[in-house]
């Protein structure tokens, strides 16, 4: 009930707890309505300046100077009304105005400037400084395109002051002017303070990240750009303020060719259709979706449902069409009010900006649009030549690049599709008798290249070589025909392979080799590859239930069987001409043998894999295949990787990693190295190399269709990125994992890690609901694993979440819950851990004037002292460093929070000589309780002179002991004291 004064300020307060949005915004008018019942100037004011803040950070900019209008007129008739904050807050909205009126275009120009030269002669009347107005200026100058460098100049060069906008929004500004100028060198240069941290506001910097995008792209910083993409849009995400941001981070899906994450923008943002509060952020919205739809247009993909305004269905060529008139209009009518055509020209130019790559840039996510992007062909790798233009030529190029697996082949191929599926086509009557073949055996040999292909899915495949079995058989190529059916028996994502049905056809192929059948030799030879493949995955599944590496190891028998087969391959294929064979027999060896030799103990397990990988080098060099090095230096790398050997693991998979991308190797081989890299990266605590190279890995699994290993590189990704200090990308990417239809088909202990690792990512941004959420889930999903104290440490740091998110009961009930499991299944790290940072949630949320919060938090910081004495007396799993040490100095902490500073301090004492007799190894806690201390005596106990002692000697020492890390901060902070 909104009937008292009391009751109103009140709602007014929850309601600024509140997330900007339309809640906000609907709950902040009615608010107003309740206010003018009473007769109170003040508490009408108060609404009004909630109402326009509202407005300001909702979009809804054309009812921002209505309401300031009341607010001003109040001020004039009520000035005892307005204390010191309603007069900054109101002095500060004149600004607002000036951007409110600029951006609607019914607004004439001479009426913006009235306002303009209004907030002149106010802030000089108030006494403020006129910085802030020459901000505005410039603000007009740049939109209208008139006169901008004098008024850049004008502005930038005064001093900040009072009610300049904050350093951060001032030095977007600043960048700003720069981009649209081409000096994006310049421009990230001031954008630097930002980017770092030290320069924020609740809008940067996000907003900068969006606006940076096209500078980073254009300067080939593409991490940046990735990562300013990430963590830019996840702030971006649903908020009606940030349209022209959601416009940027499309555009920069246009101009990476990411399109199918753009329509998830698009989709996840379809609200922004209806809202038309602020004219000018919706130009920028709608020009960035325009130049997405129209590269999905241009590629071919007009007929694709999008997400529009919400209640209608349409194309992307219906959308484009409906924005290119609304967005033309709205332009014309800027440059109609502005007598310029400055805002037009910019529009055009954006919408005449094109792809900047080829193929799509990685992003470590997985788009699940409705559409995926037109297809690109793979640049002409640098050892093919072009390709030639006679059906006859063109073939015959086709089939030599297919006998050796070469990576172009399938492009020759395609071309050839193109000319015999065009209606036009009239296959040469001699084709048989000039050895280009007949239509049908054409046909067949095309529709088996492409279900060759990585990215075919295994239902594709099984119809292309159902056709071009019957294709072979009614060209008379029996042996073909029987190959084909081999691939139909051979192993699936979700099957082993029909291995008797492949021996069979083996068996026939052997018959007709020896007849002299054509392609008999050719056939026998890559089914036995085939029935190698089934069998060495037999093989590794089995060993793999068996316990795997620490298990008993693969079966002889299976293995010798294994074997067999291989060694047969290698000599049919010596003996009919196909040197690569002979290469992958031994490289097929070389994997069955590491598989079988890791199970022993001597010092030359990998000797015998070693050499055949040697070997298979030297017959990939006779044959003329150097693409085919890529899998021998994979190879060779997997096995350095597990030997220990990173060093030589990182150099072997660069150089298949290279010979892949130099010859246009897209097989999943080449994510498998990339995936491989990532890890050697990992092992070398190199992350930002690792995460390159799974976003890489991610995004070639996901060409190929693997979509489980593709979600599993980007989990990997996603921890790599959290422990590495990038909490912000490490969660956008991990948000987006849990989303993949994938994710629930992974292990169910991966899915757990992935959710641990958000949670905790969530919990470093700050996020505590969140991350609280999470936790939640997470321990409802490990509570049947068999290690019972997974569940402790999730529980543990749920209620911590919890705690921090001020959720208290809930907090309650964590706890317990974590305490309970400890007593069966320890983890005394988490609960230690959980029961310190509850102690400080308690003091610091509720504070001294709480009743219970001494109490309380006193009494967890008690329990901890219980775990650590346990940990201690049973010998649990114990790492917490010096636990006297953090407890007394979280005891400090607590109690300085509860303002008992003489209690603090004498506990912090404590903490001191706790970690100096832990020893070095306790050095920084030391100096971080020092400061501590030295802040309680010099802020809160007026003892500077005490404080200054304490830090000086303790400098001295930790300078003798050559800690000058340790020193630093101390250093830091008497220089501090000193100048204060």
Known sequence: MLDTIDAVRAALRANDELPHGRTRTVTAEELVDAAEQFDDPGLLAFALLELTEAYEYDAERRKLPVVFARIAKLRTEHPDSFGDWENHATDWRYKWVATALLSVPDVPLEAVRRWHGELRRHYLERGHDLQPYYAQQYRLAAHTGEGVQDAFELWAGRWRSRYSDCHACELREQARHFVARGEDERALEIWQPVFSGERSCSEEPHTSRALALLPLLRTGRLDEARSAHLTGYRWARGRPAAAEAVGLHLEFCALTRNEPRGLEILAENRDLFDRHGDPLSRLHFLTGAHLLLARLVEDGHGDVPVAGPPGAHRTAAALLAELRTEGDALAARYDARNGTAAVGDARRARLARTPLFAEPL???????????????????????????????????????????????????????????????????????????????????????????????????????????????????????????????????????????????????????????????????????????????????????????????????????????????????????????????????????????????????????????????????????APWRLAQVYGQRGELAMYTGDLTAAERFLRQAAETAAQYGDRSAGTARVHDGLARTYLGLDRPAEAARAFTEAAARYDRNGDADDAASARIMLGQVLCGSGRADDGVAVLESVLLEPAFTELDVREQAQARLNLARGLRELDEPRAAAEEYLLLADQVAGFEERHILTMVAAEAAAALAAAEQWPAADLARQRALDSHRTAPHADAVFDMLLRQARHTADRHGPDHPEAAGQALARLDEAAEVARTAEREGQDFSSGCPDGTLHDTRARTLSALRRDEEALAEMELAIAAFAAYGPGAQHGRAESIRVAAVLEANRLDRRDAALARLDAAVAEFRAADAEDAAQPLTELRAHLTRH
């Open 362 to 624: 990685p992003l470590g996510l997985r788009a699940t649009g409705p559409a995926p992007a037109a297809p690109q062909p793979a640049p002409a790798p640098a050892a093919t030549p072009a390709a030639p233009a006679d059906l006859a030529e063109l073939v015959q190029k086709a089939r030599e690049l297919s006998t050796t697996n070469h990576p172009d082949a399938i492009l020759h191929w395609n071309r050839i599709g193109a000319l015999i599926e065009a209606p036009d086509h009239r296959h040469p009557e001699d084709a048989e008798q000039s050895g280009l073949g007949s239509l049908a055996q054409l046909r067949a040999e095309l529709a088996l290249e492409r279900a060759f292909e990585s990215h075919t899915s295994d239902q594709e495949a099984t119809a292309l070589y159902t056709s071009a079995a019957a294709l072979f058989e009614q060209a008379g190529l029996t042996a073909r025909a029987l190959g084909c059916r081999a691939r139909l028996a051979g192993p699936t994502d979700d099957h082993p392979g029909d291995l008797p049905a492949i021996r069979e056809l083996c068996s026939q192929l052997a018959e007709l080799a020896e007849d002299g059948t054509p392609y008999g030799g050719r056939e026998l030879v890559a089914v036995l590859q085939l029935q190698a493949n089934a069998e060495l995955r037999a093989l590794f599944e089995a060993t793999a239930e068996a316990g795997g590496p620490d298990g008993p190891g693969p079966d002889p028998a299976a293995l010798a069987e294994a074997e067999a087969t291989l060694e047969r391959l290698y000599t049919e294929a010596e003996r009919h001409g196909f040197p690569h064979r002979q290469a992958n027999a031994r490289l097929l060896g070389a994997r069955a043998r590491f598989l079988a030799d890791r199970h022993r103990d001597e010092s030359d397990a990998f000797a015998a894999a070693d050499r055949l990988i040697t070997e298979a080098e030297q017959l990939v060099d006779r044959a003329g």
